[in-house]
Nanobody, 125 residues
């Protein structure tokens, strides 16, 4: 089970960190990802991280502004967001899937089998 938190209202140009805590003892073997869905739009990939944390992958729209990281001791994955703009406004979802090997990450939502409930991020102009 995944529980996302940390969303909120932030001004354009600001920063925010969202977190996702997983229950269970196998989190360290789960590849994790963040997706987002804006009103009227389809869900889109944001960032992914392998279960070792050694491999990450980002959507072009967030590359250089967002950082995904994880703390396996805390069963938590983070998404640090900087230089936010109004186009980043969305509900952010964390997702997880058993990773086939330590460096594996996934960027298609259909590859994930566990999803959090989402946390709203709103960026004001």
């Amino acid at each position: 089970q995944l529980q996302a938190s940390g969303g909120g209202l932030v001004q354009a140009g600001g920063s925010l960190r969202v977190s996702c805590v997983a229950s269970g003892r196998t989190f360290s073997r789960y590849s994790m990802g963040w997706f987002r869905q804006a009103p009227g739009k389809e869900r889109e990939f944001v960032a992914a991280i392998s279960w070792s944390g050694g491999s990450t992958y980002y959507a072009d729209s967030v590359k250089g502004r967002f950082t995904i990281s994880r703390d396996n001791a805390k069963n938590t994955v983070y998404l640090q967001m900087h230089r936010l703009n109004v186009e980043d406004t969305a509900v952010y979802y964390c997702a997880g899937v058993w990773g086939s090997y330590s460096g594996r990450y996934y960027y298609r939502d259909t590859e994930y089998d566990s999803w959090g409930q989402g946390t709203q991020v709103t960026v004001s102009s």
